[in-house]
């Protein structure tokens, strides 16, 4: 199985500041015949289901807004917040698609 | 819009078994697989397996290989996830998922004696 690691666990950031989330997986997730990285962010709120918010690592989803940025690649990959709002407050996973099971990240919860 | 509603709560006594479903709408039902994942209370999410919804083929999570199966009846556009032999360590809230794009709302199933 694919190890997804993240750090940090928590972090805290001012509104307006800048947040960064590293997620690294214990093998390549870059798949060479479509050199696309399987990697996904999600975000999850308090009694929801995770909300997809990034795809093939750096791909926005619909109505995310754009100072959510996605990037890396291989096995090092990083998710930043460009601006913190208060909307922003959640936990955030990466999570794998290259190989099953597909795996999650432990989480980082961002807090202001 | 897509949608994906699921069945309630459940409560189960160790040893029995649960099936959760999960109603689609808003798309073409066969044409997304649905993929099945649970989360215990503070854990992060663990991905049990899915189902080609248009030939009913399975892919399961080898941890759960044994007690799970996943099922789907496309005239109701509805997958079904059945989880045997239950037990306490079960205890988590149960998620379906077109693609892992869009998520039901979970179904908290509870293992207590």
């Known amino acids: 199985d694919i190890v997804m690691t993240q750090s940090p666990d928590s972090l805290a950031v001012s509104l307006g500041e800048r947040a960064t989330i590293n997620c690294k997986s214990s093998q390549s997730i870059l798949y060479s015949s479509d050199n696309k990285n399987y990697l996904a962010w999600y975000q999850q709120k308090p009694g929801q289901p995770p909300k997809l918010f990034i795809y093939w690592a750096s791909t926005r989803e619909s109505g995310v807004p754009d100072r959510f940025t996605g990037s890396g690649s291989g096995t090092d990959f990083t998710l930043t917040i460009s601006s913190l709002q208060a909307e922003d407050v959640a936990v955030y996973y990466c999570?794998?698609?290259?190989?099953?099971?597909?795996?999650f990240g432990g989480g980082t919860k961002v807090e202001i | 819009q897509v949608q994906l509603v699921q069945s309630g709560a459940e409560v189960k006594k160790p040893g029995a078994s649960v099936k959760v479903s999960c109603k689609t709408s808003g798309y073409t039902f066969t044409s997304f697989s649905i993929d099945w994942v649970r989360q215990a209370p503070g854990q992060r999410p663990e991905w049990m397996g899915w189902?080609?919804?248009?030939?009913?083929?399975?892919k399961y999570s080898q941890k759960f290989q044994d007690r799970i199966t996943i099922t789907r009846d496309p005239s109701a556009s509805t997958a079904y996830m059945e989880l045997s032999s239950l037990k306490s360590e079960d205890t988590a809230v149960y998620y379906c998922s077109k693609q892992l794009d869009s998520w039901g709302q979970g179904t908290l199933v509870t293992v207590s004696s």
């Open positions: 189902i080609n919804t248009d030939n009913g083929n399975t």
């Open positions: 999570q794998q698609y290259y190989s099953t099971p597909l795996t």
